[in-house]
């Protein structure tokens, strides 16, 4: 994956740069910056998606999008081309 995309918890917005599968963070606010796709959510929800053991509802993204609580923007072809990757990198907060 060499992709850029937005990750935003609450207020706060971080890009996520990925380069040959290696990840770089950038926490913003951004203004006119270039990324591929974004994930938003509330922080509410990103914590109990972030818990070592999620509930129901909480543990994946597309439960999180049943939900209402998880919204996708921008090209979703490379999300979907990268869903793995990106579902592995999104998890890795559990085991913190």
Known sequence: M???????VGDEQYLLKVTDGKLAVEKGPFVMRSWRFAIRA?????????????APG???LFALLRRGDVKFEGDQRVLMAY??????????????
């Not at 060499?2 to 935003?8: R, S, Y």
């Not at 509330?42 to 999620?54: G, H």
């Not at 869903?83 to 913190?96: D, F, I, Q, S, T």
């Open 83 to 96: 869903l793995l990757y990106v579902k592995l990198v999104l998890a890795a907060p559990r085991k913190a």
């Open 2 to 8: 060499n992709e850029t995309f937005m990750l935003e």
């Open 42 to 54: 509330s922080r509410e929800s990103w914590e109990k998606f972030w818990q070592v053991a999620p």
């Open 58 to 60: 909480w543990h994946d």
